[in-house]
């Protein structure tokens, strides 16, 4: 065997990496964790559950392995017993002597000298596997010799997690994927670039395209933005004729010169004059507005500031470029930017990686700090800025002083972090200030549309504020939900604890249990308090002094939660306060009957009393015209709710399982801004008529209203319908209906017929009639509803073949449970084919013997459940299904043989399968691997036990997909 590469033609790379591993000892672990860390950094790797259809495993190992610049190979404990792992280990030390390939070992709850001379459980292992292949002392000689050479290689060694090792690997692993002798490599990998190589790649595309003259870079302040230019500067800089970057303008115009002063000193470096304090990146030349300039503005806070410094330019040249970078996006619009960039934070992975730069000065660090430095990285939430602070704050120190740092990190971010952060809210004016703070100690979480109801007061729309506080990165919205990162939210707080740092009482919003209780037990609080939010959860008992709140004229939001069945707080019904200001109101569990007498609710917009044992709320009836949302949900005592009628901006009430509440919801007729009603599990309901005056309606839910018999009249608005488990026998017509999209009727034991105008709904696309036992059968022009995509069935006998589903051909899932033909032993399958757009289809327990052929027309298809039926096998077509991820076939007791199944297959259940007695040899070799296989008891079973099936079983115990396990690794989850 050749000792070099000097006499060999390397063979032409595929792939960078190749990871040799035991699957049953690290698919979930570090495998998994290693292979998404490569994926994101997109180092193309070799994991072999991708082998191309077709090919024998074996060749297409070994010319992975060839075709590989790196081997990684994880030594666990279960790899020595694996032939398969074995072999490929002597093909990757072949190709390290014949082409110079590099290895990496990773010694993975192993000792690298128990690989090295097979001992301990490494060598027992070993020994099995000899046994079992004694007769080829060759082999196995290879294989011990393999095992020497490659333990011998300085690799990483860990009894760490997954995720320790992992990031350890990744901290040092060498710079052998990418070389190139361009000065810019040297800037890209730098410490101050971590995670921004895709970015810089991205902008650098846009700028050399025609449509993007003049970008931006947005984000919240220690997001990265001057990084990413001044990145983006110094590699494309030397493309122009001219390039100047100009930093901190907003600093500088905050000084004594203000934007004047800063304008000069750019005039003065244009026009040649240099000038070395000025800090400006420029190249002389003369004659600006006919050569092809980059220049970058960092920090804008308005548009005066570019107009007044694009006008020492004049006219650029159509080829020139522009990068502006802003904390406020309504800014970069102003600046009719062509495309804005947003920052985004790091990742994980990018994270640790910059904190340890900072901390360790790029070492990895020893044991006792890694769970510390996990605690730092998931603190900063993907936020270089303060990574950077405290990495440097922390390099050298103690895990002493690490821990009291963490510690007081939970109240006080770092001053130089608060600093950065605070420069976007000190540029607000007082309302917005007061939204901010609103969010940052109260709304935090919460829907949009609830906030701004809420913060919606006199002559003041809180739609605009929060617009702002978007544009300027001060908060996010997900999902509609109002959010922002940790670290400003902390800053928000500390911007009101410091109102009144030994007082909290004078402070505008109460969180912390201890101030909360101080300020109520000694009854100090104060006209400025606007908002109080106590966690009962970890506190014993609260007393509340009558005149506990008598102080609070101000208090607008209140919220008490975490006590079951408010039990810990007592006295809450005899507050002498009138509470008249107060616009969102929170408790759960309210232990009393009724809320404090002089409870004036003329303001509230929001009131929320789930699992209350309150009966009814005040006496009398009020005009309650700001009122919104109400939500008394599981009071099961409540039996009197006030006057709707005298609610006209109601938009959501919910009295779910309010179970003695005495109403016939005559008053929900004039409601005409209501859009969710719900009424479930609410018993004493026995029939409901809604209005057409209702006509924002559009969800409404009954289910489980056990003695609701009739609905009479449904508003033309309503788009989702709700009546499980209720006692109605037929529908009215609802035809009208032309907006609904859910109709669920799920349990709904006595209903006998759908009416025929179902199929006049062109907007529907549910339809559940699981346990509708009377049900005999579906309207014939059902076929009608092309939009519907699910239909649920079960526990129905039909009379008929319902063959309008044949014309259902939008359908993408058939679920059909228990569902059977009166004079046949099951149900006939009707035409498969027109199903294209099927992607999961479910016929448990419905006497099916035959799957019909046509199977392999579903090309949509992924999900496949066809359990506890009469079947013997399958057809052949089925391993032509092209996206067939699971197949259930659970308790199918005459199922007897399985044929080749399709290479698309991650999860077969065929549990209690007792007359299944052979398999396809095909399924059992097949190139693909499944993560799931289950044939408990499958007593007759028996299965040639080849590497491949072996495989396949060792990588199929427990398996969730590697994103999943890389988060669990490392706290996310």
Not at 73 to 80: D, L, Q
Not at 94 to 104: E, F, P, R, S, W
Not at 793 to 806: D, N, Q, R, V, Y
Not at 939 to 961: C, V
Request: aromatic share 8%.
């Amino acid at each position: 065997m050749a000792s070099s590469s000097s006499s060999s033609i390397s063979p032409k790379l595929e792939y960078e990496v190749f990871l040799s591993f035991r699957g049953a000892d690290t698919r979930v672990n570090i495998t998994s964790h290693l292979y998404e860390a490569f994926c994101q950094k997109k180092i193309k790797t070799f994991i072999d559950d991708s082998l191309v259809r077709g090919e024998e495993i074996s060749p297409s190992l070994l010319k992975a392995i060839k075709h590989s610049k790196i081997s990684v190979i994880i030594f666990s404990k279960g790899y020595a017993p694996s032939r398969w792992c074995l072999k490929e280990l002597e093909e990757i030390v072949k190709c390290k002597n014949t082409y110079d390939q590099i290895v990496i070992p990773v010694f993975y709850d192993v000792d690298p000298s128990d690989v090295r001379n097979q001992t301990g459980d490494f060598g027992k292992a070993f020994a099995e596997l000899e046994k079992r292949f004694m007769d080829d002392s060759e082999m196995l000689q290879r294989w011990r010799t393999a095992l020497r050479d490659a333990a011998n290689i300085s690799g990483y060694h860990s009894k760490n997690s997954s995720s320790s090792i992992c990031f350890l690997f990744l901290l040092s692993f060498p710079d052998l994927l990418r070389t190139d002798s361009d000065d810019y490599n040297s800037v890209i990998t730098s410490k101050y670039l971590v995670g921004l190589e895709s970015s810089i790649e991205e902008i650098e595309n846009l700028l050399c395209s025609k449509g993007v003259c003049k970008l931006g870079i947005w984000g919240i302040g220690g997001i990265g933005k001057t990084t990413l230019a001044d990145a983006i500067f110094k590699k494309i800089s030397k493309q122009f004729e001219e390039s100047y970057f100009i930093p901190n303008i907003r600093e500088e115009s905050e000084k004594s010169g203000g934007l004047n002063d800063l304008c000069q000193k750019l005039s003065s470096a244009v026009l040649g004059d240099e000038h070395p304090n000025h800090r400006f990146t420029f190249t002389r030349r003369s004659l600006i507005s006919r050569k092809k300039v980059l220049i970058v503005f960092d920090d804008i806070t308005n548009l005066n500031q570019i107009q007044c410094l694009m006008a020492v330019f004049g006219e650029l040249d159509s080829y020139s470029r522009i990068i502006i970078t802003s904390r406020d996006k309504h800014v970069l619009r102003n600046c009719e930017v062509d495309h804005i960039h947003e920052m985004t934070k790091l990742s994980l992975v990018d994270s640790f990686k910059l904190f340890v730069l900072h901390a360790f000065r790029g070492n990895p660090p020893t044991k006792d700090y890694i769970k510390l430095s996990f605690e730092v990285v998931d603190y900063t939430e993907g936020l270089p800025l303060p990574l950077e602070v405290l990495g440097s704050f922390l390099f050298t120190r103690t895990k002493r002083e690490w821990e009291s740092a963490l510690e007081n990190l939970k109240t006080s971010p770092p001053v130089d972090v608060q600093k950065v952060l605070k420069i976007s809210y000190e540029g607000l004016d007082d309302k917005k200030k007061c939204v901010f703070l609103d969010i940052a100690c109260f709304f935090k979480g919460y829907k949009r549309d609830l906030v701004e109801a809420i913060l919606n007061a006199r002559n003041v729309d809180a739609h605009i504020h929060i617009n702002v506080l978007i544009e300027r990165s001060l908060i996010t919205t997900s999902y509609d939900t109002i959010t922002m990162h940790d670290l400003l939210e902390e800053m928000g707080r500390e911007i009101v604890r410091q109102e009144s740092i030994n007082n909290p009482g004078g402070r505008c919003h109460l969180w912390d249990r201890e101030d909360i209780f101080s300020v109520l037990k000694n009854n100090t609080g104060t006209r400025a308090i606007r908002s109080i939010c106590l966690d009962m959860s970890e506190v014993e008992e609260l007393h509340l002094n009558p005149e506990a709140f008598n102080k609070m004229p101000n208090l607008r939001f209140l919220k008490i939660s975490g006590s079951k069945d408010g039990k810990k707080v007592h006295g809450f019904e005899n507050l002498k306060s009138d509470f008249s200001e107060l616009r969102y109101f929170c408790f759960h569990g309210y232990p009393s009957k009724s809320l404090p007498p002089k409870f004036n609710p003329e303001n509230l917009v929001a009131l929320y009393m789930p699992n209350s044992t309150v009966e009814k709320l005040w006496t009398g009836n009020q005009d309650l015209v700001n009122l919104k949302y109400v939500n008394l949900s599981y009071s099961k005592h409540l039996r009197r709710i006030p006057d709707l009628s005298l609610m006209p901006n109601l938009e959501s009430l919910n009295l779910n399982d309010c179970t003695s509440l005495l109403e016939s919801f005559s008053s929900i007729h004039n409601l005409r801004k209501l859009v969710f009603l719900y009424l479930e599990g609410c018993k004493s309901l026995t029939n409901l008529s809604i209005s057409d005056n209702c006509q924002s309606l559009r969800e409404v839910y009954l289910s489980n209203c056990s003695n609701l018999e009739t609905v009479q009249h449904l508003p033309d608005t309503i788009e989702g319908l709700y009546l499980d488990g209720t006692a109605i026998k037929e529908f009215p017509s609802i035809g009208h209906l032309f907006r609904l999209v859910r109709l669920s009727l799920r349990k709904c034991s006595k209903l006998e017929r759908l009416p025929d105008s179902i199929c006049e709904l062109k907007s529907l696309k549910y339809v559940c009639l699981l346990g509708c036992s009377k049900l005999d059968r579906l309207p014939n022009e059902m076929g009608n509803l092309q939009t519907l995509e699910e239909l649920e069935l079960g526990k129905i006998s039909f009379a008929e073949i319902p063959t309008c589903m044949t014309s259902l051909i939008n359908l993408e899932i058939l679920y059909l449970r228990s569902c059977k033909m009166r004079k046949r032993s099951g149900i006939p399958l009707v035409d498969l084919s027109v199903f294209q757009r099927m992607a999961e289809l479910c016929l448990i327990n419905c006497c099916i013997e035959v799957l019909p052929s046509s199977i392999d027309q579903l090309l949509s298809l992924q999900h496949l459940d066809i359990a506890q039926n009469n079947l013997e096998t399958l057809p052949e077509s089925i391993k032509d299904l092209p996206k067939l991820a699971t197949l259930i076939l659970s308790n199918c007791q005459r199922l007897k043989y399985l044929p080749e199944l399709p290479r698309s297959l991650q999860k077969i259940i065929a549990e209690n399968c007792v007359s299944l007695e052979s398999i396809s040899s095909l399924f059992l070799c097949t190139d693909s691997f499944i993560d799931i296989i289950d044939f408990a008891n499958c007593f007759k079973l028996k299965l040639e036990m080849t590497d491949a099936f072996l495989l396949n079983i060792e990588r199929s115990a427990a398996y969730n997909h590697r994103q999943e396990h890389l988060e669990r690794c490392i706290g996310l989850q």
